[in-house]
């Protein structure tokens, strides 16, 4: 596939080096193009070296017109995108006019094109921006993002670029698939973040699951080609784009949705953290103050993990056990009981798993395991979806899929 990576003078240019590694990794063919102020951010020797190929960044430079002019480029590209992109080329864009090379590629494109906003959450939120923002996805300009939270104004807001991870995956997606991905064509479905279970109209009990993990394995599942179907519980985390999401609250509307999903699916993914119990029943009207003590009779809810895994042809079917203590004897055990192809097991609570970026983890199988060090949730997830792929492939089917032999298996 081949990407135009268009990037403008923004803050978070400093993570475009990491966005071409995860193109490239993937097999895209990446042409960087920068516009004049992005050189003040990042510069074109390290993208020349990330990319493999010299950037582009000046409409008359004759040398490079000559080799691929800006028409031959736009013509070249699969899918343009703009990473970071700030108010000011959203503006240029809207505008209509063409007075640099990277404006040029969008007018002469008839790639799809899509945009990473990242700016200041003021920025981002002022009228002109929405208008901006309103108009080009009017023109069927895809706008990816952007994430809500710290920025490097020391503000907090929705302005952060979306992290690389899911802006790669999202390419693949407009790309229509091309390029070599492990799960080109297989269904992959997730289930992500908390569930509530209804005390009475107001009340509910719940847990401190964030969502993170499980939608950042949706990324990484999607950037491998595959199509995802996201489970999601009440979160606060942007929608992956180019997935799939089904929102429910309880345990039980989780488990009518995975079942609804999971009919033709080849990978089941259970990185939600579903309540094990739910009140016997719901209240009709908010429960009064009046004794000093009550309490509240509890039954179990669906088992959601242990009914795919029971499905007479189930698909390949991965675990999630958040404990306290004794992580990996617990987890070994779900694996076994459960009858699950693979579990991935972290410590929750004390500063470790729930509502944080980063994870420690440990994936176990029938007959092996695989540590992996404290990382971010996002390099974790691409690292256990080509786990799980690899032994998918290994257990499933006959399959052979190239990239599967470059992958390691330490522990
Ligand atoms: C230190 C600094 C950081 C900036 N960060 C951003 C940013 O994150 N997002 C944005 O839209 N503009 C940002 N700007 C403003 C843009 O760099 C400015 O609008 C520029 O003209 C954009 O040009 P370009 O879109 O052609 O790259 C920043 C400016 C400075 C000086």
Not at 207 to 216: D, E, H
Not at 354 to 372: E, I, P, V, Y
């Amino acid at each position: 596939m081949n990407v135009v990576l268009g990037i403008s003078g923004g803050i978070a240019a400093y993570k475009a080096p990491d966005l071409v590694r995860r193109l490239r990794e993937r097999g895209a063919n990446v042409q960087i193009v920068m516009t004049a102020s992005a050189e003040e951010f990042v510069t074109s020797t390290a993208l020349q070296a990330v990319s493999g190929k010299p950037i582009r960044s000046n409409l008359w430079d004759k040398e490079a017109e000559a080799a691929m002019s800006h028409i031959e480029l736009a013509r070249w590209a699969d899918v343009v995108v703009i990473a970071p992109a700030t108010a000011e080329v959203m503006a240029r864009i809207v505008s209509g006019g063409a007075p640099d090379l990277l404006t040029t590629i969008c007018l002469a494109t008839e790639a799809p094109i899509a945009l990473a906003p990242a700016m200041n959450h003021v920025m981002w939120g002022n009228a002109a921006t929405q208008a901006n923002r309103e108009v080009l996805e009017k023109r069927g300009i895809h706008i990816l993002g952007p994430g809500i939270g710290s920025q490097a104004c020391g503000e907090t807001g929705a302005g952060r670029m979306l992290e690389p991870d899911a802006i790669a995956a999202a390419v693949f997606s407009l790309g229509g698939g091309k390029g070599e991905s492990l799960l080109d064509g297989r269904k992959v479905v997730i289930t992500a973040g908390p569930t509530r279970e209804a005390i009475d109209p107001v009340r509910y009990i719940t847990n401190r699951s964030s969502g993170k993990m499980g939608y950042a394995l949706a990324s990484a599942a999607a950037a491998q080609g595959a199509k995802v179907v996201l489970i999601s519980g009440p979160v606060s985390v942007p929608a992956p784009p180019g997935i799939e999401v089904v929102d429910v609250e309880s345990a039980e509307q989780m488990y009518e949705a995975t079942h609804t999903a999971i009919v033709d699916a080849d990978i089941f993914i259970a990185a939600a953290a579903v309540a094990d119990y739910r009140p016997a029943t719901v209240v009709k009207q908010k429960i009064k103050k009046k004794s000093d003590a009550m309490s509240i009779e509890l039954v179990r809810c669906p088992d959601i993990l242990a009914s795919v895994a029971e499905m007479e042809s189930s698909p390949f079917t991965v675990g999630f056990a958040a404990e306290t203590e004794n992580v990996i004897e617990y987890a070994r055990g779900k694996l076994e009981n459960k009858k699950l192809d693979m579990i991935v097991a972290n410590r929750v609570g004390d500063n470790f798993g729930f509502d944080r970026d980063d994870n420690t983890a440990t994936a176990l199988w029938h007959d092996g395991q695989k540590s992996f060090p404290t990382c971010s949730k996002i390099d974790l997830s691409r690292e256990l979806i080509e786990l799980v792929a690899q032994h998918f492939y290994a257990v499933r089917s006959a399959d052979t899929q190239p990239r599967l032999t470059a992958i390691s298996n330490s522990d």
